[in-house]
């Protein structure tokens, strides 16, 4: 009943150019794909040639964040209606980059969740643990933390529009994936949170994808797992090869 979604987060890689070369490959080799939602989440700076690339194909796009705000004197920042008007549907809020270089705090993700949803934008809500929280036992109180924190005065209503994407920190970059079975688990915490929020119907409604060095080489067998998703892909999303083979995950 949960309908696949595989988001390729492009971080601050491509340029223009490269970044059109990416989305026309990827719009050939997986933009006819029904049964699976894909999404592009380029730079700021090739969202409106990517849009273009992807035009009459299946594929979305995404941003990777965006302001509360709907305009302002906020320098370097885009807003929901920004990136609506490039033809975004996505947006990626709280990922642990912005956490750890930008100052992102569990408030400010919740300000964003909710300008994304006032903007009508899916807000793809980033959560995980860091390494030493892992090996202090804390990763389950984190990300409890966390995803209370980020959906704070969120309705029901507004729940079912929200993406949860569990990034364990110490597998992002870094080649390590979260065994299929760790991840698996911590998707059906994150579950069991969203149930006792908002109850049964809306928790098995909701999309959990896993990020963490998602590859060709890992992504059937993390797919496989009843709690997840979908996947935040950063790296493999980088290469038409890889990201196509990630999308056709079996
Ligand atoms: C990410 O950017 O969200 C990510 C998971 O990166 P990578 O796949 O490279 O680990």
């Known amino acids: 009943m949960r309908r696949a979604l595989i988001a390729g987060n492009w971080k601050m890689y491509k340029t223009d ?18 049964d699976r939602d894909v999404l592009l989440c380029p730079p700021f700076t090739s969202l409106k040639s990517v849009s273009e690339a992807i035009a009459r ?23 929901g209606p920004m990136l609506k008007s490039v033809g975004c549907s996505h947006v990626i809020i709280g990922h642990s980059e912005q956490r750890q270089f930008f100052g992102e705090t569990n408030e400010t993700v919740n300000k964003r969740v909710k300008a994304a949803l006032f903007h009508g934008l899916v807000p793809i809500m980033c959560v995980g643990e860091l390494l030493a929280e892992r090996e202090a036992g804390k990763a389950e109180a984190v990300v409890k933390e966390q995803v209370e924190g980020g959906l704070k005065s969120i309705t029901a209503e507004e729940m079912k529009k929200i993406v949860i994407a569990y990034e364990p920190v110490w597998a992002i970059g870094t080649g390590k994936t979260a ?13 069991s949170l969203i149930a006792k ?24 067998e993390l797919m496989a797992k009843p709690n997840i998703d979908g996947a935040l892909v950063g790296g493999a999303s980088l290469k038409v090869d ?4 990630i999308v056709r995950f079996k």
């Open 179 to 191: 065994t299929p079975d760790d991840a698996d688990n911590m998707h059906r915490f994150i579950r």
């Open 17 to 34: 150019a490269e970044a059109i070369e990416l989305a026309r490959g990827l719009a050939r080799e997986a933009g006819n794909l029904t």
């Open 197 to 220: 929020m908002y109850g049964d119907a809306v928790a098995e409604g909701t999309i959990i994808q896993y990020g963490g060095s998602v590859k060709p080489e890992n992504v059937d």
């Open 57 to 79: 194909t299946n594929v979305k796009l995404g941003g990777q964040t965006l302001h509360w705000e709907k305009e302002g004197a906020f320098t370097g920042m885009v807003s």
């Open 242 to 245: 890889s990201f196509t083979r």
